[in-house]
């Protein structure tokens, strides 16, 4: 069965094809798939030296307790990537799935683990379909700045978050200066170099950001990196 939760303003058409699709699969699946959906603006950056994948996401509605962005960083089995787009859109976000659905009628994009089925909600629809393996998140608490967002699409993390205590985990707070201190101050690193999250993981987060795996990769987390690693077999 599929669980569809809407947000802040669907289209009509969306709304529409999600109901309809969603009232026809509840005797197909037994497992249930929540699926998110937002609406706002899209700015979609690729890097094809990293196959890595940057979307920041602004709502039209910024609720309570949120910054009103969601900055997808997306890691990727191969080298090909969409092209860079901004503009109004509706974000779909699932387990191991995510679809950005442009409101100007271009070509939808799907980002989606192999092994995650894609509910029949959304089966009706034409994507552009790219595998992935790791999908982040960053910038629910605090927003990333302009510079940050082009830091994580060139790099893979955000080099310029300072690790504060605090009572909410830790904070994301922009600095100039080396992680190193800070990161010392949390005791002494793992073997597999993780903060949270590290080798049997497929979810973790920490430093403003979160990231859930695909099969055969762990989540490895530290302040200003939330990304998958291969899970080579033992020797």
């Known amino acids: 069965m599929v669980r569809l939760k809407l947000l802040f303003g669907f289209t009509p058409f969306i709304l ?11 005797q197909e699946q037994a497992n249930s798939i929540r699926v998110e959906g937002y609406k706002g603006t899209a700015s979609i950056l690729s890097n094809a030296e990293r196959k890595e994948t940057t979307i920041a996401f602004t709502l039209n509605l910024r609720p309570d307790d949120k910054s009103g962005q969601i900055v997808f960083h997306i890691q990727e089995t191969t080298g090909n990537l969409p092209p860079a787009w901004s503009g109004q859109a509706v974000a779909l976000v699932g387990d191991g799935l995510l679809a950005i659905i442009p409101a100007d009628k271009t070509r939808a994009l799907l980002f989606k683990f192999p092994e995650t089925q894609l509910p029949a909600s959304l089966g009706q629809m034409s994507f552009d379909e790219y595998a992935v393996f790791g999908i982040a998140r960053f910038g629910e608490k605090t927003p990333l700045t302009h510079d940050q967002i082009l830091e994580l699409n060139q790099t893979g993390r955000i080099a310029s978050i300072q690790v504060t205590p605090g009572t909410d985990g830790l904070t994301l707070t922009p600095r100039k200066n080396s992680l190193v201190s800070q990161i010392a101050a949390l ?24 990231v859930t795996c695909g099969s055969g990769y ?10 998958c690693q291969v899970n080579y077999p033992p020797q």
């Open 218 to 227: 762990y989540a490895c987390c530290e302040a200003g990196t939330c990304l």
């Open 187 to 210: 005791g002494p690193a793992p073997e597999d170099g993780c903060v949270a999250g590290g080798k049997g993981s497929t979810s973790c987060g920490a430093g403003g950001c979160t």
């Open 16 to 26: 529409s094809l999600l109901v309809f699709t969603c009232n026809g699969f509840a």
